[in-house]
């Protein structure tokens, strides 16, 4: 290993957690009534990124990078991730229902934004898993790479601060924690770096345990919000939100041959 590298992946890996950050903080910019009749049509495309970063990029990434006998292990690991972040949700609705009397939705709120930040937390720790892999394969594909999650990370932090402004947080404590959230990202890379070799059978496995998380935020606490929304106009808008969250990352993923 040439530690020379390690000046290639801490300043990209906090380039793209900064970076997307900083971007996706022009939302905090608006006022608060602008703000709230944005959130609804924030939080779909925030469905659609997210679903698009499971189903296009980790679970692909999961599967191709798993061992042939690694692959029901996969499913596996999909599986137990649901369960898993259902029963982190039940914690969170126990946690916030003891701090006072809170309706369903609030809890649902509260909890959807402890989810969030989890689920991304642990998507951007793969991803400085995956950048650190990368330069150590060759700086031009760690570059390249690095584009890449920059490129995804603006809608997913635009995703993450929209929910949490929506579970009540306040607006720099939202920045504040979808940075740190973020900031994993060069926690991975320097692990990568040190442990990537004990770490190559594990990576399918979290990889798939990242898209669950994503998949459950998504369905089990931002679609049921939407529903709320009635109105043939408003049901169009959704959908085609959902459509272009899916279609950003599709997009990324092609161009840059994913």
């Not at 939407?226 to 959902?242: C, D, F, K, Q």
């Amino acid at each position: 290993m040439q530690t020379s590298l390690l000046l290639w992946i801490i300043p990209a890996t906090l380039l793209g957690a900064v970076l997307s950050a900083l971007l996706a903080s022009v939302l905090l910019l608006f006022p608060a009534r602008t703000r709230t009749q944005l959130l609804p049509s924030l939080v779909s495309f925030a469905v659609g990124a997210l679903l698009g970063a499971a189903f296009l990029d980790l679970l692909p990434e999961a599967v191709k990078s798993a061992a042939p006998g690694q692959v029901q292990g996969v499913g596996l690991a999909i599986a137990l991730g649901v369960l898993g972040f259902f029963l982190l949700e039940k914690l969170a609705f126990w946690h916030h229902g003891h701090e006072g009397h809170l309706d369903h939705e609030e809890l649902r709120k509260h909890a959807a934004g402890t989810m969030i930040l989890v689920g991304t937390g642990l998507h951007n720790l793969l991803d400085g898993v995956l950048l650190g892999a990368a330069f150590l394969t060759s700086v031009h594909m760690g570059v390249v790479l690095a584009i890449a999650i920059i490129a995804h990370q603006i809608p997913q932090q635009v995703g993450d601060i929209s929910v949490l402004l929506a579970a009540g947080v306040a607006r720099g404590r939202a920045l504040l924690l979808s940075a740190l959230s973020g900031a994993t990202m060069v926690v991975g890379g320097v692990a990568a770096f040190f442990l990537l070799n004990s770490l190559q059978g594990a990576i399918p496995y979290v990889l798939a345990v990242a898209a669950a998380s994503l998949i459950y935020v998504a369905v089990a606490d931002l679609i049921p919000g939407l529903h709320r929304h009635e109105g043939a106009r408003l049901s169009v808008l959704t959908v085609v939100l959902i459509a272009a969250g899916i279609g950003l990352i599709w997009m990324i993923q092609t161009a840059l041959g994913g």
